[in-house]
């Protein structure tokens, strides 16, 4: 494994507050679709409404995108069930702490967190990307605030899951 963690991480901008196409308001509860986009600065997104989506985005825009997905904005009641949970909170901020700092030797300790944390749906898996040199790169979103993340996929064989298990339950615990 070489020390290019970072060639890994896209920066997804947050979804809007209203369709590209139509302007209609996401309020809770509505589904949308997403895009990126690739542009000189990395990606831009654009989030659509279905109406807008299936009558002119789906055609106009999926060529130039990159990906897209389909994705439901969550409604305060589904934020506030997961508030309470310090468990899962932590492990959110020992995936965003792993994130924001990535060791070569941390990235199966971040793999298995993000897994977690999509099992107690604090996260979404929404996509997996297929890279230029053959890597997955999973985008999963935050359900709470609906922010993307990108974790590399990578395979656990030969990895030892047991002391991976011990070493994160005793991160939760402290």
């Known amino acids: 494994m070489n020390n290019e963690v970072n060639l890994f991480q896209i920066e997804i901008p947050k979804r809007a507050s209203h369709c590209m196409e139509g302007q209609e308001v996401f309020s809770p509860d509505t589904e949308y679709y997403s895009i990126l986009v690739p542009d000189s600065q990395g ?5 659509f409404c279905l109406a807008c989506w299936e ?3 789906k055609d106009h825009f999926s060529l130039a995108a990159k990906t897209a997905w389909k994705a439901r904005v969550v409604s305060k009641k589904e934020v506030e069930d997961h508030s309470h949970k310090t468990r899962d909170e932590k492990a959110f901020y020992l995936l965003k702490t792993a994130l ?4 070569d030797h941390d ?16 996260l979404y898996l929404r996509q997996e990307l297929i890279q230029e040199d053959g890597s997955v790169l999973c985008i999963y979103e935050v359900a709470a605030t609906e922010e993307m993340l990108s974790i590399k996929r990578q395979s656990l064989i ?3 899951i047991q002391e991976i298990q011990a070493k994160l339950a005793a ?3 402290n």
């Open 55 to 57: 009558g002119k985005a």
């Open 171 to 173: 991160r939760l615990k």
């Open 107 to 122: 990235w199966a300790e971040t793999f298995v967190l993000a897994l977690y944390l999509a099992r107690r749906r604090i």
């Open 158 to 160: 030969g990895v030892n």
């Open 43 to 47: 990606y831009k997104r654009h989030d």
């Open 100 to 103: 924001e700092n990535p060791l």
